[in-house]
């Protein structure tokens, strides 16, 4: 009998441990417009309650992971009503979203000031003939009012040109000098190229930016110094002769209550190139969550530009959220485009709110298309070099298809102190404004330079992946005045050099033999364990004089299977943008092999940013012409 009384017990434990385990499943399906029928590329799909969500590919397919405890799944897109679907026992779940009536008007900038026509029409997003969006209008809507814009049009926008970084000899060569860049406006710029069907062009991809996408699991800092220095080297997944040597920096994580107080000014772009449902409205609704993470303490102006500029909302308590979201609300796009007037407005107004050791940054969120006042790249350059130094740090958002400027939008947030992210979706705008909030809005070390010198001893030849646009001269490391990239609390920064090591027969020979010099390699120190050495330099954000550390990196390598997830997944993405930049250097890497690579380093990927890129790769296989 007691025998039969424990095997009962055992048993009732097993169903217990059984009935508390968790199960999750695989729900996918296809989202459509019930308009036109059209399958809608990149849509949103979040489990409700949650943070977990992923999107449509660029036949409007999805996929995603559940819980048993997940009730409902909710779908949306601009332009289109939420809808709310209950999960079943079905493990497919096709949706078609109803077009949305969204409230149109006016906003007429006069000097400083805004007057708003309270004429109110109604319109929603319908498919043209020719394969355009529209912005279809009720009857009252005068044509002047309805935009068009053309989701494969990307004929105005434009990328600075990139020339692939090659090899150097550390004998002619010894240093390389480069700015840190925490930017990742690159990605998500990429992510709408392959999520609408077409392969990015090569100069929208800036490989340090896909890199820099992603956090990674470095060891946190524990001196006096703001930031932690990572390093590790193993084998380049396509060259086995080369070496790849990853080095991290791990800024200072510091809790959303104890940052400093924020004196902000969003400075907007309500001009007519913004009258897409892309770019106003996903503006708006990517700030509110800005807005909504605000403590009592924080404050914000908002400053709009269109034909002149406007202080649409004074500095602001966060306490008053209702206020600063109405203001947010009532703005409507027209008219050219001010952006001198505007920053200049917006520095004003930012340094007459400004908080002592406190977080002063204005927030400005635009297509780039600056064609009235200053809009030259040189000319907004040296407006916004005249300002930084008073203490009022940048950040660049950019919105958009078709207009958008990435080189002008780069150059603004590198001249001001800033960073640069381009928001694609509203699942974006989380990740910059939302999760990364004190990395994006606050600086803990402002230009941040790197400095890398090679042992010829045991280096043939070196290059840096990516940072092409970031390169410095030697004579700039130990030169004060000399800007460079900011780093944000809790931010990574990740760069990678490949190495071709002494005694290698390497396809890749960086330099020919002289004609009219001794080209005999000069008489080396004898240390044959230093592979090279990393210096850094920083400032304090409210600092003038830099301050020096550095770290050797010895010669030591494991095999990629050995290697760490940070270093096998910055790997992955650093391969993929070579494919999609088909790089000189790429040797027979596949797809299949970066995809591989991510697999196996995609660690526990909470937020899904991981998984999502893999999708990514295998959408651009699909997608070349191979």
Do not use: C
């Amino acid at each position: 009998m007691k025998k039969l009384i424990i095997a009962m017990m055992i048993i009732g434990s097993a169903f217990h441990n059984i009935s508390d385990e968790i199960f999750t499943r695989t729900i996918t399906g296809v989202v459509k417009g019930a308009d036109d029928g059209k399958v809608i590329p990149h849509a949103n799909i979040t489990v409700k309650g949650t943070t977990r969500g992923t999107t449509t590919d660029a036949g409007g397919k999805y996929s995603i992971e559940v819980k048993d405890t997940d009730k409902v799944l909710v779908f949306s897109f601009l332009g289109y009503e939420h809808k709310e679907v209950r999960i079943k026992k079905s493990n497919v779940i096709n949706v078609t979203l109803k077009p949305d009536v969204t409230e149109l008007g006016e906003v007429v900038v006069v000097g400083y000031g805004t007057q708003e026509k309270t004429r109110a029409v109604s319109g929603s997003v319908t498919q043209t003939t020719d394969g355009r969006k529209m912005l279809r209008s009720a009857p009252s809507m005068s044509p002047a009012n309805a935009g068009f814009y053309d989701t494969d049009d990307y004929s105005n926008e434009s990328y600075a040109e990139i020339n692939e970084n090659g090899f150097h000899a550390p004998w002619k060569n010894p240093f390389s000098t480069f700015s840190i860049d925490v930017d990742a406006a690159s990605y998500s710029n990429m992510r709408r190229f392959i999520n609408r069907g077409q392969l990015p062009p090569k100069d929208a991809v800036k490989i340090e930016e896909l890199i820099n996408y992603f956090g990674y699991d470095y060891e946190a800092p524990r001196g006096k110094h703001p930031f932690a220095v990572n390093h590790e080297v193993s084998v380049a997944p396509w060259n086995p002769k080369h070496q790849l040597v990853h080095i991290g920096l791990q800024g200072e994580k510091i809790e959303t209550d104890n940052l400093p107080a924020s004196n902000m000014v969003f400075l907007l772009d309500v001009s007519g190139s913004m009258n897409a449902p892309d770019k106003l409205p996903l503006l708006k609704k990517s700030l509110k969550l800005l807005v909504n993470e605000m403590r009592p303490e924080d404050k914000v102006a908002i400053v709009v530009y269109a034909g002149a500029a406007g202080e649409v909302l004074p500095s602001t308590s966060g306490k008053e959220k209702g206020k600063i979201l109405k203001a947010l609300e009532n703005l409507r796009a027209g008219g050219s485009t001010a952006g001198g007037a505007g920053i200049k407005l917006a520095y004003k107004i930012a340094k007459q709110n400004f908080i002592k050791n406190g977080n002063n940054r204005i927030i400005l969120a635009t297509d780039g298309d600056f064609n009235v006042g200053a809009s030259s790249d040189k000319a907004m350059e040296d407006l916004i070099e005249e300002k930084r130094d008073q203490g009022v740090f940048l950040t660049v958002l950019g919105f958009g298809t078709g207009n958008y400027k990435d080189s002008k939008m780069e150059i603004l947030a590198d001249k001001g102190n800033g960073n640069h992210a381009y928001i694609d979706n509203i699942l974006e705008a989380k990740k910059v404004l939302v999760n990364e909030f004190g990395g994006t809005l606050f600086t803990i070390a402002k230009d941040v330079k790197i400095q890398v010198e090679f042992n010829p001893a045991t280096v043939q030849a070196y290059r840096l992946i990516g940072y092409e646009n970031r390169k410095l001269n030697d004579e700039d490391f130990n030169n004060d005045k000399k800007d460079a990239g900011e780093l944000g609390a809790g931010h990574t920064v990740t760069a990678l050099y490949e190495i071709i090591p002494v005694g290698v027969n390497s396809d890749f020979k960086p330099l020919d033999d002289l004609k009219y010099q001794q080209t005999e390699p000069r008489k080396v120190t004898g240390n044959t364990s230093d592979l090279m050495t990393v210096k850094l330099r920083y400032k304090k954000p409210d600092g003038d004089k830099s301050i020096l550390l550095e770290q050797v990196i010895r010669k030591e390598s494991v095999s990629l299977s050995r290697s760490s997830l940070n270093l096998k997944w910055s790997a992955a993405v650093a391969g993929f943008g070579m494919l999609l930049r088909d790089s000189d250097y790429k040797g027979d890497l596949k797809y299949k092999d970066v995809i591989a690579l991510a697999r196996s380093a995609k660690g526990a990927d909470d937020q899904g940013y991981r998984s999502e890129f893999i999708k990514l790769i295998e959408t651009a296989e699909l997608l070349t012409d191979e």
